[in-house]
Structure formats: C-alpha cells, structure tokens
C-alpha cells in the first residue's frame, strides 16, 4: 500500500497522507514517497495546484518516533539522526519553493513535523476536528525546522507561546492566531479545497509562481539559512539523555523523568 496517494480532479492534484493506522506519522519511507509526489505534480502542466490533505482521522501526528528512537541502537545514530533531519529539510524546502499553489486540507491534529507541512503551505484550511501544536519539548526534542517557519507566519511572539509552552490549540485558536486561515465542516473540507484551488487556477501560472518567489525570497530572504541552522539544532537534539527519556516516555505512554 503507497504511503502516499495522488488524486487528480479538474485543475487540483491532491496528496494525501496514507499511514492512517500511524495517524500519518512522516517515517523516512513516507518523506521519499511525499518528495516523489511533488515532483511529480510539479511536472504534470494541468495541476494548476496542489492540495494537502490526511488519511483517516488525523492530518499528521509528526515524526514517526518509534524510527526515531530505534536509531539509537544504530552504530552510526547521529548520522541517521543527521540524515533524516536533513531529508525532512529537503522536503520543507521542496514545499517552501513548489511553483504552484500549496493548498493544506487540515482535516485532524497536525503535530510537530505535521505542523510543519501546514505551514509550508501557502493557504491552511482546517475541519472543526483539526488542532495544531508542536509537543517536541515534552518529548525531549526540539522542533528546530518548524521553528523558523511559525515565526515567519505569526511572529516572533505567538512562536514563542506555541514553541515554549509545546500545547495543542484547537481549530478556533489556530484560526484566530492565523495558522488556519479558515474553518470549514468536515464534508466541505475537501470541496472548499478544490474550489480554492479553482481560484488559483484562474490565475497566470507565472503571476503566482513569480508572487511566491518574491515573497520566498524577498520577504522571506533568511528562512533558508534559519531553516538549515534549525535542521542542525534538530539532529544535535535527538543525541541527549532528554530525548532518550522523552521518547521513551512518550512510547511507554508515562510520564518522563527529566533529570
């Protein structure tokens, strides 16, 4: 079974996460496959737009951390940890520079590296059911590629409450700081999507690609170098005793044991 599915409707092409049983949780296998997914949409000339949506009843729960803290056993774990911070990087850039309209169909919780999709993405529509928050601290992690990202989209204050506090708001807070940008009923979560991305199919495709380079690359000059500093924090982080435990915790459903 693919990890990730590609529906083609009219001027949309449609990624959805694929790994309901793992509430869409990104392992290294499912990041080749997003990656594949966009460059494929990219090249195909009648998608117009590009929406991003979950399997089953989450959008995604973030990083798949059982993967994660199994590296430690690995003779090499820092490179793997390395390796896949930097993949996760790669595909953020990917996202971040995709020419066509980036559309987020939040239709449950997008957590962490889930987060992380949503704000890559140009516009965020969101299901009543959707939340957002990035619990990486109680893990013992550091969401250090999010990081850059939520202070581009909200500023340097709401990032500080969500980042420093790791909790998880609901749909209407989310769409009240500016993360989801509307709020539609589930049965209208994928139509709305389409019809927005109709929207932007109206549109020159060099107009948007031109407009999200400007905003990519003027507004936004240092997110690359804040992105690739965050993936560096994000690998360093994996190696402590805090994100053993953490993990570990999270894993055995208790409560951690921070020294």
């Given at each position: 079974m693919p990890l990730v599915r590609?529906?083609?409707?009219?001027?949309?092409?449609?990624?959805?996460?694929?790994?309901?049983?793992?509430?869409?949780?990104l392992n290294r296998a499912?990041?080749?496959?997003?990656?594949?997914?966009?460059?494929?949409?990219?090249?195909?000339?009648?998608?117009?737009?590009?929406v991003l949506t979950g399997a089953g009843p989450a959008f995604c729960a973030g990083m798949d951390l059982q993967e994660?803290?199994?590296?430690?056993?690995?003779?090499?774990a820092y490179q793997q940890w390395r390796d896949d911070a930097a993949a996760y990087h790669?595909?953020?850039?990917?996202?971040w520079r995709f020419p066509k309209p980036l559309i987020a169909a939040v239709n449950g919780p997008a957590l962490a590296g889930g987060?992380?999709?949503?704000?890559?993405?140009?516009?965020?529509?969101?299901?009543?059911?959707?939340?957002?928050?990035?619990?990486?601290?109680?893990?013992?992690?550091?969401a250090g590629m999010v990081a850059p990202l939520l202070a581009f989209r909200l500023g340097g204050g709401q990032a500080?409450?969500?980042?420093?506090?790791?909790?998880?708001v609901e749909a209407a807070e989310a769409h009240r700081i500016g993360v989801f940008h509307e709020v539609v009923?589930?049965?209208?979560?994928w139509p709305r999507a389409i019809e927005l991305a109709g929207q932007c199919a109206r549109c020159a495709p060099e107009a948007l690609q031109l407009t999200k380079r400007m905003l990519n690359e003027i507004v936004a000059e240092h997110l690359?170098?804040?992105?690739?500093?965050?993936?560096?924090?994000?690998?360093?982080?994996?190696t402590t005793e805090a994100a053993a435990e953490g993990l570990s915790a999270f894993l055995e459903k208790r409560e951690p044991n921070w020294q």
């Amino acid at each position: 079974m693919p990890l990730v599915r590609i529906n083609l409707h009219q001027h949309a092409g449609t990624i959805i996460l694929n790994r309901p049983e793992k509430r869409n949780a990104l392992n290294r296998a499912m990041l080749a496959e997003l990656s594949q997914a966009l460059g494929d949409l990219h090249l195909e000339r009648r998608v117009r737009a590009v929406v991003l949506t979950g399997a089953g009843p989450a959008f995604c729960a973030g990083m798949d951390l059982q993967e994660m803290l199994a590296a430690r056993d690995q003779e090499n774990a820092y490179q793997q940890w390395r390796d896949d911070a930097a993949a996760y990087h790669e595909l953020l850039e990917t996202m971040w520079r995709f020419p066509k309209p980036l559309i987020a169909a939040v239709n449950g919780p997008a957590l962490a590296g889930g987060a992380g999709l949503v704000l890559a993405c140009d516009m965020v529509l969101a299901s009543p059911e959707a939340r957002f928050g990035l619990p990486e601290p109680l893990r013992g992690i550091v969401a250090g590629m999010v990081a850059p990202l939520l202070a581009f989209r909200l500023g340097g204050g709401q990032a500080a409450r969500l980042l420093m506090s790791a909790q998880t708001v609901e749909a209407a807070e989310a769409h009240r700081i500016g993360v989801f940008h509307e709020v539609v009923a589930p049965d209208h979560l994928w139509p709305r999507a389409i019809e927005l991305a109709g929207q932007c199919a109206r549109c020159a495709p060099e107009a948007l690609q031109l407009t999200k380079r400007m905003l990519n690359e003027i507004v936004a000059e240092h997110l690359p170098t804040w992105l690739s500093a965050g993936a560096a924090v994000s690998a360093t982080a994996r190696t402590t005793e805090a994100a053993a435990e953490g993990l570990s915790a999270f894993l055995e459903k208790r409560e951690p044991n921070w020294q």
